[in-house]
């Protein structure tokens, strides 16, 4: 009689788990089709404007429209809007796995100083044309975008490990991290070239004007290999965030799995903002959105997280050519001005208890 009772209560929650599984599937074809709307509005929208059917017309069957609307589309709106959605992704997974191993709700590349220290590095190849790696000459902005970066993650990393170090002074030292790579950064810019200051500033701003093929196949690429890391950590992931010692009951490595992730954050971070410049609190909100439709369970957490940071920046994107017609804003001061109030919202969630 117990036995069947168990068998029965078992294929219940058999069921009930097989049905919370398609719900979330269910919403990420959801944030996936929004995504495609998105990515396709984005397309038509600019100083002249098309049609949706007429851009999907000109994405699928270039051949079919005319040399003014393929060249426009094909040419001239798609690095930017591709960029979008490959940057947003990348800093919106880099932020995410970035709570999770920190425990943190406010953890993010912007907000912990990573992407300051990306600036700096990236600021000092343009300004300097110094090259932290001289063997990568060639690459010189991102691979010096990486190694400040990398420095800044293992220090947050390595601090995180000290005995009595809380959730809140983890977040005090990235803001201290963030004020002292500005400072470095305004110290450049007062040494700089008028030419080398124009270019300074223009990037700081975060714009995705500039975006190239090589830099969106370099971004994709850094995208790519996180995500599949990831992945294979994933049950380990989500079991941290039940806490290091339940982790590590369960025989989880946490010391290395953290180490590997702050690895893979500091390139996911590093590479898009050495070729956009500072995009603010992506890596913040997009990650949350996730969590709060899918839950923490990293097999639905981490495709959510990246499609939710993707069809933000994609909608960023739009809005940046639809304040002012003819202008492009460039990108980071609207997602600046998306993100400080969420920003507020969660310090004051989270005041009086623990995440």
């Not at 599937?25 to 098309?50: K, N, V």
């Not at 110290?187 to 190239?212: D, H, I, N, P, R």
């Not at 941290?240 to 982790?247: H, T």
């Not at 739009?318 to 990108?331: A, E, H, L, W, Y």
Request: glycine share 8%; proline share 4%; charged share 10%.
């Amino acid at each position: 009689m117990d036995a069947s009772i168990d068998m029965i209560e078992a294929e219940a929650g058999g069921a009930r788990y097989r049905a919370l599984a398609r719900r979330k599937l269910l919403i990420l074809f959801g944030l996936s089709a929004l995504l495609f709307l998105s990515f396709a509005i984005d397309l038509a929208w600019g100083p002249a404007r098309y049609g949706l059917g007429e851009v999907l017309t000109a994405i699928f069957s270039p051949s079919s429209v005319s040399v003014q609307v393929r060249t426009v589309v094909w040419d001239i709106r798609m690095p930017v809007a591709v960029m979008a959605i490959v940057v947003g992704a990348a800093l919106s997974l880099a932020g995410a796995q970035m709570q999770t191993i920190l425990a943190n709700p406010l953890a993010s590349p912007f907000t912990l100083g990573i992407s300051a220290a990306a600036s700096f590095g990236a600021a000092l190849g343009i300004v300097t044309s110094i090259s932290l790696v001289p063997v990568a000459a060639g690459m010189l902005v991102p691979v010096n975008a990486f190694i400040v970066a990398l420095a800044a993650t293992l220090f947050i990393h390595f601090v995180s490990q000290l005995r009595g170090v809380t959730v809140q002074t983890v977040v005090l030292l990235g803001i201290a991290l963030v004020f002292s790579f500005n400072a470095l950064l305004a110290f450049l810019q007062y040494l700089a070239s008028e030419q080398a200051l124009s270019a300074v500033v223009f990037w700081t701003m975060g714009s995705l004007t500039k975006a190239t093929w090589p830099k969106i196949w370099v971004t994709l690429a850094v995208l790519v290999l996180a995500v599949p890391l990831f992945a294979r950590n994933a049950w380990a992931l989500t079991a941290i965030r039940l806490g290091e010692d339940k982790a590590a009951s369960f025989g989880i490595n946490v010391r290395r799995i953290r180490l590997e992730t702050m690895l893979i954050i500091s390139l996911l971070a590093a590479i898009p903002v050495s070729f956009v410049g500072t995009i603010g609190f992506v890596g913040l909100v997009g990650p949350h959105i996730a969590r709060m439709i899918l839950g923490e369970d990293q097999r639905f957490f981490l495709p959510g997280s990246i499609l939710s940071g993707a069809l933000l920046l994609s909608v960023t994107s739009i809005v940046s050519k639809s304040i002012v017609p003819g202008v492009v804003f460039p990108i980071g001061i609207i997602t600046a001005l998306v993100g400080v109030p969420f920003f507020f919202s969660l310090i004051i969630s989270n005041r009086s208890r623990s995440w």
